[in-house]
């Protein structure tokens, strides 16, 4: 069946209590954009994310708030860092890496919290009726083009509002040349 690809870049999701200290007390996350996912949303708030190694600047903040703090990367991002952060589904931050979250009113120094998002696709129960996927806890992906290939170890993130769709890191994307929009094929 034929699923929808979406390309996740960096990016930080804060509880209230971090939110206010980055960015004053009181403050609300500015919408720019929505996203695919029902209720999510990019803003207009960036942030750095600093490790003793490095720091990478304009990370974009993902609302709405949360109830943890956490920073997703790609693998390119943890090299540049000079971290080892595990593959995990979100908010499973348990041993994850420590890392600094900066932006223009404080920081947040997360003794764990960066994470390299696991590959996943939104679904519902309904989604898992409809494509047969009750029972799986994982499935696999083709890819087709120049640089197709097969994407193994695709977690079902099942929610009860979801837009059925892949979402991939930087460094999945482009070692599959696939952008937003593109499509796969789950075998």
Do not use: W
């Amino acid at each position: 069946m034929k699923i929808s690809i979406g390309v996740s870049n960096r990016h930080v999701h804060l509880t209230k209590e971090h939110l206010n200290i980055l960015f004053g007390e009181g403050y609300e996350l500015q919408k720019r954009n929505d996203l695919t996912q029902p209720g999510q949303y990019a803003t207009n708030e960036l942030v750095t994310i600093k490790t003793d190694k490095s720091q990478i600047e304009n990370v974009r903040v993902l609302g709405p708030v949360r109830t943890y703090s956490q920073v997703e990367i790609s693998k390119t991002d943890a090299y540049k860092l000079g971290l080892n952060p595990p593959v995990r589904n979100s908010g499973e931050l348990e041993g994850s890496s420590p890392i600094t979250v900066i932006g223009p009113k404080g920081q947040v120094d997360l003794l764990e919290g960066c994470i390299i998002a696991s590959r996943h696709i939104h679904l519902t129960k309904e989604h898992l009726k409809i494509y047969e996927l009750e029972g799986k806890e994982m499935v696999n992906v083709k890819i087709s083009g120049e640089k197709g290939g097969i994407l193994a170890n695709v977690s079902l993130k099942v929610s009860d509002e979801a837009f059925f769709e892949l979402h991939l890191d930087t460094d999945d994307a482009n070692a599959h040349l696939i952008k937003n929009g593109d499509i796969g094929e789950i075998v």
